[in-house]
C-alpha cells in the first residue's frame, strides 16, 4: 500500500513564528487533506489539496503531485495553532473504486511556547 | 449544518464484552468511514460503508464490524473486547462524487 511519511515528528516554536511541515506519499493520490487534532481528539479539516496551492488565513498549503509532496505552511503562529497535524492521503482502490479510504501519515506534533 | 456526531463519548468495558459505537453523518453524506487510533499505533482503517453496503475493510480482526441504516448513520461493533482494543475511535463522512473526509469528534473507548 501507498506510504505516507511526515516530517519533523515534533516542531517547537516561539509564538510569532512560522513553519512548513512537509508530507511525502509513494504513489499517486487523488485525495489528500491536512488535519489538525485537537487536544479533544477531534481531526480539524485545514485543506483538502491533491494539487496545486491553497491559502486559508495564517495557513497555507502546496501540493506537487508529480513529485509527490505536500507542504503546510504556517505563519505568525499563535498557541492555539499547538497540537498534532497530520497528512492523509487517498488512492484509486481495488475494482477501480475512488473514493475509499485515506492513509495517514505519523503527524507533526507542535508546540508553540508564548 | 451539524457536523458528523458520534456516541458515546466515552465508554469502558472490560475483557470479553461487546461494543457498540454510533456515527451519524452530515446530512446528505452517503458514505461513513471508521477510523481507529491506538496509543503508538497511528490512525488505520477499519471499515468503510456507502449506501448501506460495506465497501471496503481494513486489516482487523472479524471481531470488528458494523452496518449502515437507512439514513446513513452506521455503527460499529466490537466483539469479545480485548485490551488493546483500547483506542480512539473515530467516523468520517464523505458526500457521494467528493473525495474530501469529514470526522466526528470520536469515542474513547476503554477495555479493562
Known amino acids: 500500500g501507498i506510504q505516507v511519511e511526515q516530517s519533523p515528528p515534533d516542531l517547537i516554536l516561539q509564538e510569532g513564528a512560522n513553519s512548513t511541515l512537509r508530507c511525502n506519499f509513494s504513489?499517486?493520490?487523488?485525495?489528500l487533506q491536512w488535519f489538525h487534532q485537537n487536544p479533544w481528539g477531534q481531526l480539524i479539516n485545514l485543506f483538502y489539496?491533491?494539487?496545486g496551492t491553497k491559502q486559508n488565513g495564517r495557513l497555507s498549503a502546496t501540493t506537487v503531485a508529480t513529485e509527490r509532496y505536500s507542504l503546510l505552511y504556517i505563519s505568525s503562529s499563535q498557541t492555539t495553532d499547538s497540537g498534532v497535524y497530520f497528512c492523509?492521503?487517498?488512492?484509486?482502490?481495488?475494482?477501480?473504486?475512488?473514493?475509499?479510504?485515506?492513509?495517514f501519515g505519523q503527524g507533526t506534533i507542535l508546540t508553540v511556547h508564548p | 449544518e451539524a457536523g458528523v456526531t458520534q456516541s458515546p463519548t466515552h465508554l469502558i468495558k472490560t475483557r470479553g464484552q461487546q461494543a457498540t459505537l454510533r456515527c451519524s453523518p452530515i446530512s446528505g453524506h452517503t458514505s461513513v468511514y471508521w477510523y481507529q487510533q491506538a496509543l503508538g499505533l497511528g490512525l488505520q482503517f477499519l471499515l468503510w460503508y456507502d449506501e448501506g453496503e460495506e465497501r471496503n475493510r481494513g486489516n482487523f480482526p472479524p471481531r470488528f464490524s458494523g452496518r449502515q441504516f437507512p439514513n446513513y448513520s452506521s455503527e460499529l461493533n466490537v466483539n469479545a473486547l480485548e485490551l488493546e482494543d483500547s483506542a480512539l475511535y473515530l467516523c468520517a463522512s464523505r458526500l457521494s462524487g467528493i473525495y474530501e473526509q469529514y470526522f466526528g469528534p470520536g469515542t474513547r473507548l476503554t477495555v479493562t
Open positions: 492523509a492521503v487517498g488512492v484509486r482502490g481495488a475494482g477501480g473504486t475512488s473514493y475509499g479510504k485515506l492513509t
Open positions: 489539496i491533491p494539487s
Open positions: 504513489d499517486s493520490v487523488n485525495n
